[in-house]
C-alpha cells in the first residue's frame, strides 16, 4: 500500500482475489487545492487521506490477522490509526517494509507471510 492506493489480498489455497481501494486525493486534485493555497491544500489532503485509511479500515475489521506493508510510510500511519481505536483490539496487525513490487511478488509475499503461521 501507499498514500494513493491499496491492493488487498485474502490469503486463502484457491488463486488470491486481489481488490483495490484509491484514495480520492489525485494528482489533479493535489493542483487544484494547491491553486488555492498551501493550508487548503494541506486540510484537502488530510480529509482526503482521512476518508481513505477509513475505507481501509472497514476492511480490516473483517480479519483476524492482517499484514500491511509497502514501500511508503502510509502503512505506518494506518497502523497508528487503527491501534487507536478500540474496535481493532482483537486483530494481530504487523506492518512490514516492503520496496515496490510487481504482482506475482505481492502475491508471493502475502502466501508466505501466512504459510508460515
Known sequence: ???????LM????HPFEVKTIESDFTQQEKIDSLLKGEAHLHSK???LQSKYYKKLMAVVKKYKEVILFGPT????ELFNVITADNR???IKIQVKQ???MTAQQKHNF???FFSNK
Do not use: L, P, R
Open 110 to 112: 502475502v502466501k508466505e
Open 73 to 76: 510510510d502510509a502503512k505506518e
Open 45 to 47: 489532503e488530510q480529509q
Open 1 to 7: 500500500m501507499d498514500h494513493s492506493i491499496a491492493h
Open 88 to 90: 481493532f483490539q482483537n
Open 98 to 100: 516492503t520496496d515496490k
Open 10 to 13: 485474502e490469503y486463502s489455497n
